[in-house]
């Protein structure tokens, strides 16, 4: 059994900075890549940010949605944990950020998803 686990949420007012970070934990045989979604109120939920190793322990990089470039950041801490440094936040980034680790377990490969942090940027 794979849980996908995400932590860091909050309120912060416009211009500030949050970092969230997800952990996936259980037998993991390989891990091709970890993403972050997110979803407002109302709307569909989109990628925001995506890392990708292929299983390999060289990284082919990361690709982001064009509302955060240059504003947010991943970062893979280790082989099973995905960081996500947010600054310049804007109230159009509140939502509900999810993570979603793409990986070979026990039960062959498949995507598992975390519950969720809630992120609120207002003043």
Request: some cysteine.
């Amino acid at each position: 059994q794979v849980h996908v686990v995400e932590s860091g949420g909050g309120l912060v007012q416009p211009g500030g900075s949050l970092r969230l970070s997800c952990t996936a934990s259980g037998t993991i045989f390989v891990m091709y890549s970890m993403a972050w979604y997110r979803q407002a109120p109302g709307k569909q939920r989109e990628l925001v940010a995506v890392h990708n190793t292929g299983g390999t322990a060289v990284s082919s990089g990361a690709n982001y949605a064009d509302s955060v470039k240059g504003r947010f950041t991943v970062s893979r801490d280790n082989q099973n944990t995905l960081g996500l440094q947010m600054n310049s936040l804007k109230p159009e980034d509140t939502a509900v950020y999810y993570c979603k680790a793409h990986l070979r377990g026990n039960e062959g490969v498949r995507e598992y998803w975390g519950q969720g942090t809630q992120v609120t940027v207002s003043s």
